[in-house]
């Protein structure tokens, strides 16, 4: 039953990659807790470089200086 | 002064239906809780069907074979 | 399928309301998109008065003020 | 190391004023918790009108309306 | 700089089994994504099973029936 | 009309520095965007230390080593 939301900034993650996040953490939750696979639910949200900020400044800024 | 967060995969809901959650949710903080629906805020987050899980496997992958 | 995140101040709802909220939202993604009841999760958050502010203050100064 | 999430309605925000949301929240948490710019995280979710519900309505008929 | 956000129902979890959840999504993100270990923010939250509802009843409402 | 979630560790914000994020994050909004205190909600959420993961590991053990 747990419910898992992953934020990432959106910069090109495949639909192969998702699957894998997906199955990941739902085996995770299944082997640490005990958790039902069939009710763990996983939501993926991708961010716009331009709206997420990590030590002040957006990620677009960041990565335009090369950080 | 509820605030309501409600996540549905995309998949073509319309904006009449998406009137109908957001006045259903807010009568319902009324009705049951006493909630002023002057200041209920609802929204509606709609999510790609490859960025959701579960069961372990996007609603992708489900909806491809047949579920 | 749906995920439904009901945030509160924490003013003594009972068991029974927060019951009521449960089924009355899971009903009305039932009515109003088709949704399945049997995966549809509502988690509901109480906040304290002290962490929630709307208009710039905290809803504990507003309580006192008798807003 | 804090995490803060800011909804707006999606209505032209720019990237200029979306960094300043950035850096004003990264100070204010520096400021008043003596928290780590370099760890705190600012994610900026813009939601479309018809997915924003205040007073039981979505905010497009709102704006329609004129309010 | 993913933030991932773990719920789960307040069912004993110990602090050795969050430990094991927050290294676990960590390690998943590097491996899946390439995502820095050292900026990635995993958030946990138990919720009372009053608070949990799935098929349109509280976790707790369910435990009794012996689900 | 803006909702700002605000996560922090719980170690001991006061009541009054916790008014003064609520204060300051309603006021940013409404200088850079130009929304409306009235209907600015903000929402501060303290975690507990075991459940705040960073750099694969929690902030009960990272307070310990002395990080």
């Known amino acids: 039953m747990p419910y898992v939301n992953i934020k990432i ?3 090109g993650a495949t639909q192969e990659q998702k699957a894998e996040l997906i199955a990941g953490v739902t085996d995770l939750l299944r082997d640490v807790l005990g958790k039902n696979p069939a009710t763990t639910v996983v ?21 335009a200086r090369g950080s």
């Open 9 to 11: 900034t959106r910069e």
């Open 43 to 63: 939501v993926i949200d991708e961010i716009d470089t331009d709206n997420w900020g990590i030590g002040g400044e957006s990620v677009t800024v960041r990565r």
